[in-house]
């Protein structure tokens, strides 16, 4: 299992190197020390995401009970690729609610990404905003990786008509899922993706070295650049 989670891990990686011409993978060279500027993009581009999710006539589901959410997992641009077999994946960024204050830490980098197998060709771009519902959901989130829908359960939020016919399974989930590609709404399914918590970036982001728990849970780990997007967060779950 761990060797097949290593090799997963390297081919998600690859994909978003080469397709999203992202920086190098390994932040323990003299760029490191350089302004983050790839990370700081990405947290202009999560802003615009949620923005984009907030104003969507069909996201109505989403504005209304995104107050709910205990973590928000932004993803500006999820890529599926494919053609014997198809690969997805994304950066996003994470904020956490801190339930005694309501205020929101963050952000922390994060990759998302999938296999699947079957004959497929093409390019498809998504953004993509999960909500995390429970506790269940944030807790593995402090962990290095894991696999959705294994630790947690993941399901499609309740999106334009489909938002009448939402059960009680799906928005018990820990995790609901929304994606957009191309302003219309899409079935993105991510079960069976794994997230990585991106400790590269993390670190190229805030200057030193940083886990998970010090940036949404201690609350002491801040970027100044970040406040735009951690002032909608917060005006949107109010």
Do not use: C
Request: aromatic share 10%; proline share 5%.
């Amino acid at each position: 299992m761990q060797t097949d989670r290593s090799a997963f891990k390297i081919i998600t990686f690859f994909l978003i190197a080469v397709i999203t011409a992202a920086a190098p993978i390994f932040w323990n060279t003299p760029a490191a020390a350089e302004a983050p500027i790839k990370q700081t993009a990405l947290v202009d581009e999560a802003l615009v995401t949620l923005n984009n999710l907030l104003s969507d006539p069909s996201m109505t589901w989403f504005h209304n009970n995104v107050k709910d959410a205990k973590g928000l997992l932004i993803i500006p641009e999820l890529i599926k690729a494919g053609f014997v077999f198809g690969t997805s994946g994304g950066r996003g960024v994470l904020f956490v609610r801190n339930e005694k204050t309501g205020h929101w830490n963050g952000p922390a980098f994060y990759m998302l990404g999938s296999i699947s197998l079957g004959f497929q060709i093409g390019v498809k771009k998504s953004e993509l905003i999960m909500m995390v519902m429970s506790p269940k959901g944030l807790n593995p989130l402090y962990d290095s990786s894991f696999k959705l829908g294994g630790e947690a359960s993941v399901a499609a939020g309740p999106v334009g008509a489909g938002a009448e016919g939402a059960t009680a399974t799906n928005l018990s989930a820990d995790y609901l899922s929304f994606a957009r590609s191309k302003g219309a709404f899409i079935g993105l399914s991510v079960k069976g993706a794994y997230v990585y918590a991106d400790g590269e970036w993390n670190g190229a982001y805030y200057g030193k070295l940083v886990t998970p728990t010090d940036i949404l849970v201690s609350g002491t780990i801040n970027n100044p650049q970040a406040d735009k997007l951690r002032q909608a967060v917060e005006k949107a779950t109010q």
